[in-house]
T-cell receptor, first 110, second 112 residues
Framework: GQQLNQSPQSMFIQEGEDVSMNCTSSSIFNTWLWYKQDPGEGPVLLIALYKAGELTSNGRLTAQFGITRKDSFLNISASIPSDVGIYFCAGPHTGNQFYFGTGTSLTVIP | DVKVTQSSRYLVKRTGEKVFLECVQDMDHENMFWYRQDPGLGLRLIYFSYDVKMKEKGDIPEGYSVSREKKERFSLILESASTNQTSMYLC???????????FGPGTRLTVT
């Protein structure tokens, strides 16, 4: 199946720092989704992007739909301890199937 | 409040046992999904279902089967568990053509 590669695989940052992560695909996607998984829980949708070049914010989170439609970026500003978790990108395949990225694990050091 | 529940948070089974993982959603969603999550591999789709008694294979269906007898319930079955099926299993559901998947808390299965 399709592979969505996320970078970096893990991050250790100080509280208050900004975070950037990205997701790349070998195929074009028409929609990009970003999920966050808290420790011990299932993923929860953070942001959905529907148009190439689109920039969308959700509080301290900002995501961008890459212009080539083969990548997407997620930024978190002024990180706080509750930002800890695994962040996944996802893109829809046929129907309601989705491909998920390999994940970026974020640790915030107080 | 939307809810997807999974029957167990942790499960330990022996090689060769038949294992049932249950998932129930209370949102009247048509679509339900089973994923497994492994470090460095993300979430991989095992099976999904668009309607009662309907099922489709995902990317890694080998060694698994599913059952959907009622709209709210989607079961994942490991006919003969093997150690390489040790993993976190996540169930999800969506409404119609919506892209927002609602996930359960996951079942961490260990096969010894």
């Amino acid at each position: 199946g399709q592979q969505l590669n996320q970078s970096p695989q893990s991050m250790f940052i100080q509280e208050g720092e900004d975070v950037s992560m990205n997701c790349t695909s070998s195929s074009i996607f028409n929609t990009w989704l970003w999920y966050k998984q808290d420790p011990g829980e299932g993923p929860v949708l953070l942001i959905a992007l529907y148009k190439a070049g689109e920039l969308t914010s959700n509080g301290r989170l900002t995501a961008q739909f890459g212009i080539t439609r083969k990548d997407s970026f997620l930024n978190i500003s002024a990180s706080i301890p509750s930002d800890v978790g695994i962040y996944f990108c996802a893109g829809p395949h046929t129907g309601n199937q989705f491909y998920f990225g390999t994940g970026t694990s974020l640790t915030v050091i107080p | 409040d939307v809810k997807v529940t999974q029957s167990s948070r942790y499960l330990v089974k022996r090689t060769g046992e038949k294992v049932f993982l249950e998932c129930v959603q209370d949102m009247d969603h048509e679509n339900m999904f089973w994923y497994r999550q492994d470090p460095g591999l993300g979430l991989r789709l095992i099976y999904f279902s668009y309607d009662v008694k309907m099922k489709e294979k995902g990317d890694i269906p080998e060694g698994y089967s599913v059952s959907r007898e009622k709209k709210e319930r989607f079961s994942l079955i490991l006919e003969s568990a093997s150690t390489n099926q040790t993993s976190m299993y996540l169930c999800a559901s969506t409404l119609g053509s919506s892209y927002e998947q609602y996930f359960g808390p996951g079942t961490r299965l260990t096969v010894t």
